[in-house]
């Protein structure tokens, strides 16, 4: 476990939401691509970190599915 590891699933999607702001290039996966992370129960973060499905990166950002299921 990483000091910088945010606490919770909330807190490390308002920091990926602050990364957003700081950095550009980045795009959301399409459904395709989620799906097949899913089935293999693995996700990426928007820096393209491999993390579990729900899961954050050392970094402390969410996974896309993190993300994108915190949206709806
Ligand atoms: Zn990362």
């Known amino acids: 476990m990483t000091p910088e590891a945010p606490a919770t699933p909330e ?11 700081r ?9 395709g691509t989620l799906e097949e ?9 928007p820096d393209e970190c491999l993390v579990e499905w729900d899961g954050c ?3 402390g950002l ?8 915190a949206l709806d």
Do not use: K, N
Request: hydrophobic fraction near 40%; glycine fraction near 2%; aromatic fraction near 12%.
């Open 11 to 21: 807190a490390a999607v308002a920091a990926t939401h602050e990364w957003f702001e």
């Open 62 to 69: 969410a996974s896309w599915s993190l993300v994108l299921s």
């Open 57 to 59: 990166c050392e970094h």
């Open 37 to 45: 992370w899913r089935a293999d129960d693995v996700c990426r973060c």
């Open 23 to 31: 950095h550009s290039g980045w795009a959301p996966p399409d459904e």
